[in-house]
């Protein structure tokens, strides 16, 4: 009987067993569109910044296409092992071409703005990184895996060091950039140098610098780590 209710409440709540993290779990519809959703989303980030890279060749957006190409390999490996399907847009990983309608929709609209100048471009890029953490902080509400809430708390930080590159890569432009979808609050502090996340730099000798430190300019944490022989979460520059 107690097996004939929970498979009523599975069918009920489109509920999936699948095996997430090691260990097998309930995965709800909402959840799986969350995946799939991120995925493409992910995709129109590196397509976005490939292209317009390529328009204006500007560092910054190849230094971040790069981070997003990860991003794709592990929400697209997660969905994998999940048995979810992914788009034939992600499979054939054509540039440009989504699923999605809205984000076609999106990536047509961005390309074009970004192709007007290299100003554009980057407003675009900063626009496409608030789109991003809006969208992971929706997909953090909308899971109860803590594994999958970590992924995507992780990939929200990344977007927030990409909005940051391309906010200063505008002020070299003489832009002081506003943002169009997140809240000033919430923008001014995630572009504070003091909130930069996973950003461990070295000096010429390989030897990691923190912020605060004569040349450092990294995440003291992490760069606390590295000088343990860790080396976790570290990278030689921030994106940008």
Same mark, same amino acid.
């Given at each position: ?20 993290? &090691?260990? +097998?779990?309930?995965? +709800?519809?909402?959840?799986? #569109? ?35 190409? @990860? #991003? ?8 994998? @092992? ?19 309608? +809205? ?10 703005? &970004?192709?007007? $100048? ?24 909308? +899971? @109860? ?16 060091? #990409? ?60 760069? $606390? $780590? ?15």
């Amino acid at each position: 009987m107690k097996k004939i209710q929970i498979a009523f409440i599975i069918l009920l709540f489109g509920i999936t067993i699948i095996p997430l993290f &090691g260990q +097998t779990i309930y995965l +709800t519809s909402e959840e799986q #569109h969350d995946i799939i959703y991120m995925l493409e989303e992910e995709k129109l980030a590196r397509d976005v910044y490939l292209t317009l890279g390529e328009k204006w060749e500007a560092q910054v957006f190849q230094n971040i296409s790069i981070s997003e190409e @990860r #991003h794709i390999s592990e929400l697209k490996g997660i969905a994998t @092992r999940n048995n979810l399907t992914i788009p034939e847009t992600v499979i054939n990983d054509e540039r440009g071409k989504f699923q999605n309608e +809205t984000l076609q929709n999106l990536y047509d609209e961005l390309v074009s703005t &970004g192709n007007q $100048s290299l100003i554009d471009a980057l407003k675009v890029g900063a626009k496409v990184e608030e789109v991003d953490i809006k969208d992971l902080e929706e997909s953090i509400e909308n +899971t @109860r895996i803590q594994g999958l809430k970590q992924i995507y708390i992780r990939l929200k930080n990344a977007s927030e060091n #990409h909005l940051r590159a391309f906010v200063k890569s505008m002020k070299k432009q003489g832009l002081d950039y506003q943002p169009v979808l997140l809240a000033k609050a919430d923008f001014d502090k995630i572009v504070s140098p003091e909130n930069v996340k996973g950003a461990c730099c070295s000096d010429q000798k390989g030897k990691a610098t923190c912020k605060g430190e004569k040349g450092g300019n990294g995440n003291k944490a992490c760069c $606390s $780590s590295a000088q343990k022989g860790k080396g976790k979460g570290c990278c030689s520059k921030p994106a940008g």
